[in-house]
């Protein structure tokens, strides 16, 4: 479990799956720019029974609150197998809790640990083009804009580029996590 002072990530329990299964599934919350896929339910309780959605190619965190409300989820997956390094993506699931800092806070928490347990010398985000929330908080936690990966994603009907993202080993400035026995 990592603590911040607004949010609190932690990998998934049984008895988080319905209500995360909901809220995946729910495609008129995730805004303009994240992907509408609708998970099938079979699939996703057999993905975690298989692996608690935490091993080496792929990590998924939630988020909550203090009052563990469940806010969103962050995760981490292996961009291919000949690359070095993770992608991270993240998203909240409703748009109450948009534009407080909490993703800002998670992705810092996130970041830190990975790079603190992984042998890892890179990670990257990609943004769908014209998400500014999402790049402003990439940008925040030190990811730098690398490029552009042209009709890279298809989503709402369309094309769309992705902006690629990037943070390398030696320019994180790590901190103390805040963890929790």
Known sequence: MLIGEKVILRTMKESDLPLLYDLLSTVYD?????LIDIPDEPGFRRAFEKTGFWQEDFGRMILTDHDDNLLGEIFYSR???YRTGYEIGYQLFRPLSRGNGIMSEALRLFTNYLFMVLPIPRLQITVIQ???????V?????????GTLRNAVFH??????????????EEWQPFRLITSN
Do not use: I, M, Q
Not at 130 to 136: D, I, T, W
């Open 30 to 34: 995730k805004g303009d720019y994240w």
């Open 156 to 169: 709402t009907g369309s094309y769309h580029d992705l902006e690629l993202f990037d943070l390398l080993r």
């Open 79 to 81: 961009v291919s197998d």
């Open 130 to 136: 014209g998400n500014l929330p999402s790049r402003r």
């Open 138 to 146: 990439a940008e925040k936690c030190g990811y730098v804009y690398r």
